[in-house]
């Protein structure tokens, strides 16, 4: 079986915070794929301490990952291993590498186990105050400026015309520089949610503003975890 599990979106969050689900799953196998091996090892740890580090078998799975890149476990799960899918921070597979080993799973007969946990995208958007009945979750915008500032107004000519609240994220240490695109590519009526530090116990930000509004002050985001979001 393939446990998809989730993982903290603050390594600050008190472990009760979270279901004992996690760890009893993290628990049935020593094998995982994962997106960095150092936090995930941070992430194993901070769920099942009692966990040896050692027996640890991990298999770095990234945007440019292919099928061939994991043959040694695509032959374990094919002989009966049982494998975790973990993400960097909140659920796999959403702003995250790792469909490739879902999709492998699927077309060879292994069960995929999803594990409900934290998914920062979802937090962000319920506590926006935009329409959470229809909405498009966009990733992360293009690094070059002409790009992203071509999928900014394609984003706010979507939301004027839809109603489709628009989802969005950001490199930590590039969100300053997307803070400044939006605040000088969006109308000044464009509605802006920032949802920063999600689930931190004393530093979590979340606040929505037209942008005339956020041109008047500047949080402070560089290095936080964010979601960025258009709304009406």
Same mark, same amino acid.
């Given at each position: 079986?393939?446990?998809?599990?989730?993982?903290?979106?603050?390594?600050?969050?008190?472990?009760?915070?979270?279901? &004992?689900?996690?760890?009893?799953?993290?628990?049935?196998? *020593?094998?995982? /794929?994962? =997106?960095?091996? #150092?936090?995930? @090892?941070?992430?194993?740890?901070?769920?099942?301490?009692?966990?040896?580090?050692?027996?640890? &078998?991990?298999?770095?799975?990234?945007?440019?990952?292919? *099928?061939?890149? /994991?043959? =040694?476990?695509? #032959?374990?799960? @094919?002989?009966?291993?049982?494998?975790?899918?973990?993400?960097?921070?909140?659920?796999?597979?959403?702003?995250?590498?790792?469909?490739?080993?879902?999709?492998?799973?699927?077309?060879?007969?292994?069960?995929?186990?999803?594990?409900?946990?934290?998914?920062?995208?979802?937090?962000?958007?319920?506590?926006?105050?935009?329409?959470?009945?229809?909405?498009?979750?966009?990733?992360?915008?293009?690094?070059?400026?002409?790009?992203?500032?071509?999928?900014?107004?394609?984003?706010?000519?979507?939301?004027?015309?839809?109603?489709?609240?628009?989802?969005?994220?950001?490199?930590?240490?590039?969100?300053?520089?997307?803070?400044?695109?939006?605040?000088?590519?969006?109308?000044?009526?464009?509605?802006?949610?920032?949802?920063?530090?999600?689930?931190?116990?004393?530093?979590?930000?979340?606040?929505?503003?037209?942008?005339?509004?956020?041109?008047?002050?500047?949080?402070?985001?560089?290095?936080?975890?964010?979601?960025?979001?258009?709304?009406?």
């Amino acid at each position: 079986m393939l446990f998809l599990i989730p993982a903290y979106l603050s390594p600050e969050t008190p472990q009760d915070y979270f279901g &004992k689900i996690i760890s009893e799953y993290i628990l049935k196998t *020593n094998y995982f /794929f994962v =997106e960095n091996e #150092k936090p995930a @090892r941070k992430i194993i740890k901070y769920f099942c301490p009692e966990k040896k580090q050692s027996d640890l &078998k991990l298999f770095v799975v990234d945007k440019y990952s292919k *099928n061939s890149d /994991f043959l =040694e476990a695509q #032959k374990l799960m @094919r002989e009966g291993a049982d494998f975790g899918l973990l993400s960097d921070a909140g659920l796999p597979c959403i702003g995250d590498p790792g469909n490739i080993v879902v999709k492998f799973c699927h077309e060879n007969n292994i069960k995929v186990i999803p594990i409900n946990g934290a998914s920062s995208f979802v937090q962000a958007l319920i506590a926006s105050g935009f329409n959470g009945q229809e909405f498009t979750f966009n990733g992360y915008l293009p690094i070059e400026k002409s790009e992203r500032k071509g999928r900014i107004n394609s984003m706010e000519k979507l939301l004027q015309n839809t109603g489709f609240t628009q989802i969005f994220m950001e490199t930590p240490y590039r969100n300053m520089p997307l803070f400044e695109d939006l605040c000088k590519n969006l109308s000044l009526q464009t509605k802006l949610c920032i949802a920063a530090n999600i689930n931190h116990p004393t530093d979590e930000y979340i606040k929505t503003l037209n942008i005339k509004n956020w041109q008047k002050q500047k949080p402070n985001l560089h290095k936080i975890p964010t979601v960025f979001i258009l709304g009406k």
